[in-house]
């Protein structure tokens, strides 16, 4: 079977658990975006994989027509050349449709992609960026044309 459907993938960056102290400012420049894809064939499990760098990489039957790319934080108002380590979960694993969505196979989000720890310029600025996995269901039912999220829980903490 050959889908001909896109989905447009923004895996919404939406719980986020900071330990900074007061002063310091996390802003999120970027949600996770898988972009644009289309699945040509669901009969498979299928992956892309959004890399922390912005690398992306498919596995059988995804096709990108709008690319995607890592989310990204910045944090500012820090102690210069602080180490601020870094961790991220995936807390809603099955993406889900804003209502009123119609019947449609979900995605799987899985490894999300950090670096374990930054630290701040002299500043006190420093960038993150986090990637993940999205796998279709491989089962042959079919995906349209609607937008699919997720959640994702980011910690900073030093």
Not at 21 to 44: H, K, Y
């Amino acid at each position: 079977m050959f889908l001909t459907f896109c989905q447009k993938l923004i895996f919404r960056v939406l719980i986020l658990f900071f330990t900074l102290p007061a002063q310091a400012t996390v802003t999120l420049i970027e949600d996770l975006s898988f972009g644009t894809i289309v699945v040509s064939d669901n009969s498979v499990v299928s992956d892309i994989i959004i890399s922390r760098s912005g690398q992306t990489s498919i596995v059988n039957h995804i096709r990108v027509i709008e690319p995607g790319h890592p989310a990204e934080f910045a944090l500012t108002d820090l102690p210069g050349n602080l180490e601020v380590f870094t961790s991220a979960i995936i807390t809603q694993a099955t993406t889900s449709n804003p209502p009123p969505g119609p019947a449609t196979e979900q995605f799987t989000i899985s490894n999300p992609d950090i670096v374990a720890s930054v630290t701040t310029n002299g500043s006190g600025f420093a960038l993150v960026r986090v990637g993940a996995t999205l796998s279709t269901s491989g089962n042959g039912g079919n995906y349209v044309d609607v937008q699919y999220q997720g959640t994702l829980q980011v910690t900073f903490n030093y």
